[in-house]
């Protein structure tokens, strides 16, 4: 990896995307393993970041760190075949700008945009199928085929359920923006009989209760945690992707409204359990929590979650976004 300007590079495809310290690194991460998929077909790929927080680790590919949600024109999008934009934050005015400048253009779009303009969309979120896009011009790649995984997290066993809680990970992203880790840690002890509790990503206070805690790893190193884990809570996003894969019993806690359709239905389709919403007050959330892991004591529960769970996404989404942008870039 390394940061350049852009003025010398010879890519095909230019990623537009965000990290941030209240947005997460989520974004970054999958744009990663989709790249890493399109240069294993042979075209090149560099990204522009907006960006608050260290991504160096996550970015594999040459990147500028910019705001081009203010300065799209310095990034001169028409030199490129097509430009993929993976943003919540980009409103429809800094879309069409990216629309009117680029040739073709992308979007990844687990945020359910139904308004977006012409172009390729990408969906992979579960209900995907069920939305009602709006322009009938743009061409459409939806449900879990085109959910992006990183590769470390591909081609993995089914974790074993075993008879009883031991090992509880817990990850809400790359920060705990809204405080929820505490009121977790509170209700695993009140029900699970002495756990041993694994944290991944920056608290916003320190837990002297916790076993282990990590304020960054890596994929495999996070992969190999997970591996270990009886059960999990984690969030709506990125964190629940990679947790499917191993199949760990999981509560699903909301971290932002961009999460909410994900988490409600895995949650509402019991292939979860509730770890409440940023929306709820401590007390709400604390009751939500210690419900559902009330639920899991049950090893035969544990066991039915897994394997809704590990079975939900089953396609190596990267590849399959990957082979629709080639395949765009080679005709253009």
Known sequence: MRQNSLKSNSA????????????????VTRCSAIASAIEQ???????????DAV??????????????????????????????????????????????????VAFYDDGCNLDLPKGYVFNGLPYAHNLCYTNKESKYFLGTKYLPVRPEFLSLSRNKVQDTIENIFICVGSSDLTNVIPYCITAIYKILKSPVITVVGHMSQPVSNVANYYSSLS????????????????????????????????????????????????????????????TNTPHELTCIIEKSLEILKEKEIRDNLSKLFYNLYESDGAVNIAAVIAEVCRNA
């Open 219 to 278: 994929a495999s190193e996070i992969m190999g945690l997970m591996a270990t884990s009886d059960i999990a809570i984690g969030n709506g996003g990125q964190v629940s992707t990679e947790l499917a894969k191993l199949g760990i019993p999981s509560l699903l806690y909301c971290v932002a409204q961009n999460q909410y359709m994900n988490t409600s239905y895995l949650i509402e389709n019991k292939i979860v359990l509730d770890g409440g919403s940023y």
């Open 12 to 27: 095909d495809i230019l990623i537009l995307t965000d990290a941030g310290k209240k947005i997460g690194r989520g974004h």
């Open 41 to 51: 077909q042979g075209v090149q790929v560099v990204f522009a970041i907006h960006c």
């Open 55 to 104: 991504i160096e680790d996550l970015v594999l590919f040459d990147y500028i760190l910019c705001d081009w949600h203010n300065g799209l024109q310095s990034l001169d999008l028409s030199r490129y075949k097509l430009v993929l934009v993976d943003s919540y934050q980009a409103d429809s005015a800094i879309i069409d700008v990216v629309c009117t400048q680029a040739a073709k």
